[in-house]
């Protein structure tokens, strides 16, 4: 999918991003009390969708993965003269998609379990936003703030 001519300008670009950039503010609550839609509205005055807003397009977007049929997403962009927010909750919504799934834990939700030789559930607590304290667990002579050192201490351990 090519966005025309008409829509491959700076404004264009730049609110097509901000909208995509938005689902990936969402994932990661960087404020507890106020969505990073109301904080970008509030402090840049973007006047952006909601990423659960576009339930139209996501189901779109699995359609076109799973089926490779275009043609409910094509029907939206036309529909919608490809407005920039569109294509941004497009964008957005692949973006997370591919997150998600790619593998690479990017929020600290598993780790590798080198007895089972996949990926399991963090058993560990964890704030991405370090404004709450984390619980301090203690494993034998360590002591363990972040998830990420789980599978190292428990590879130590099971040798």
């Known amino acids: 999918m090519r966005v025309p001519s008409f829509g491959q300008n700076p404004y264009s670009a730049t609110m097509c991003q901000m909208q995509c950039i938005l689902y990936v ?22 006047d952006l969708g909601s990423s659960d807003s576009r339930k139209d397009i996501e189901n779109a977007m699995t359609q076109l993965g799973e089926n490779n049929d275009d043609t409910q997403i094509m029907d939206i962009l036309e529909a919608e003269d490809y407005h920039p927010y569109t294509v941004g ?9 591919r997150l998600n799934n ?22 560990f607590p964890l704030d991405l936003t370090l404004k709450t304290p984390v619980k301090v667990i203690k494993i034998p002579q360590a002591t363990i703030l ?14």
């Open 89 to 97: 909750h497009m964008a957005g919504i692949e973006l997370m998609s």
């Open 102 to 123: 790619d593998g690479m834990n990017r929020d600290g939700r598993m780790t590798w379990s080198p007895t089972l030789q996949k990926a399991v559930p963090c058993t």
């Open 25 to 46: 503010f969402d994932s990661i609550q960087t404020a507890p009390d106020v969505s990073a839609q109301e904080q970008f509205k509030n402090e840049m005055g973007l």
């Open 146 to 159: 972040y998830p990420i050192l789980e599978n190292i201490l428990l590879a130590s351990m099971e040798k």
